[in-house]
């Protein structure tokens, strides 16, 4: 045989794995959103109809008339954008301090910010909530928000290793000319790490929409609930009502898929830079 045929071949066998590995993961999508229009005799039937019948679209307006869907909607926006904001603020200049600036300690400091990436969340559960109940934060939306703005440990290892791998030429260059590290910082540095920058913004958009914990344990009254504690309350009050909890679980996913889709180019070459260079 060829090297050409073989090449088709090999190509061909790629794209057959991609296919099969695609359709694996989007089946519990399609599932959703077809219960999500499905009545409930159609729900449980086997094999499963996939294609509902008749759709009820009505499924989605009944489900956000159960619950207060646009208040949930709106705190879950708020602190969702802010904690990103937070995280675009604070990461990047710290990480561009362990990369880039020479100062004694930087060592231990960034030794101590790995030691911290490795503690489990669940170890500093009770004393953050000691601390944010004497701050008289609980049941508020501050401890969902402002530790965000002082770093985030994985997100500053992760920027580091991308700022390590611009080039220093053009640090001393701006430097002749004139310009305050700040100002390098935030005039060239910052801007070439977009990509980087965009990816961890990502990631702190994921996390922070779809958190259950952190609502659970700091927003005791009602009005101030996220979507993912509406969820787990329309769970608890109308749980068989499947086709409704499918619609509201849609509702949630959509506004990560959507902007995935917008910025999965720079979402994916800011992961391809961060983990190689360094």
């Not at 646009?70 to 904690?83: G, P």
């Not at 990480?95 to 060592?107: D, I, N, P, Q, T």
């Not at 703005?149 to 580091?160: D, E, Q």
């Amino acid at each position: 045989m060829n090297p050409i045929a073989i090449k088709r071949i090999n190509r061909a066998l790629a794209y057959l794995c991609l296919i099969v590995a695609s359709a694996f993961f989007i089946t519990p999508f399609i599932w959703l959103l077809s219960t999500s229009l499905k009545p409930l005799t159609q729900i449980f039937t086997f094999p499963p109809e996939w294609i509902p019948h008749p759709i009820l679209w009505s499924n989605y307006s009944r489900a956000v008339e159960y619950i207060p869907f646009w208040t949930y909607l709106k705190n879950t926006a708020i602190i969702t954008i802010a904690s990103t904001l937070g995280v675009i603020i604070s990461c990047p200049l710290v990480a561009y301090s362990f990369a880039k600036l020479e100062y004694r300690g930087r060592g231990i400091l960034f030794f101590v910010t790995l030691a911290v990436m490795m503690i489990p969340g669940q170890v500093t559960m009770i004393p953050l909530f000691l601390l944010f109940t004497k701050l008289g934060w609980v049941g508020t939306s501050l401890p969902l928000i402002v530790p965000q703005f002082f770093g985030v440990p994985i997100y500053i290892f992760l920027l580091r290793q991308f700022f390590m791998g611009l080039p220093d030429a053009l640090r001393e260059a701006a430097r002749l000319d004139g310009a305050s590290e700040f100002r390098i910082y935030l005039q060239i540095m910052f801007p070439l790490a977009k990509s980087a920058v965009l990816a961890v913004a990502l990631f702190q958009f994921m996390g922070s929409w779809t958190d259950f914990m952190g609502p659970l344990l700091y927003l005791t009254n009602e009005p101030s609930y996220t979507v993912s504690l509406g969820l787990q309350q329309f769970q608890s009050q109308k749980g068989s009502e499947w086709g409704l909890l499918m619609a509201v679980s849609t509702l949630m996913t959509l506004p990560i898929i959507v902007l995935f889709f917008f910025l999965q180019k720079t979402f994916i070459s800011g992961i391809t830079f961060s983990g190689i260079k360094g």
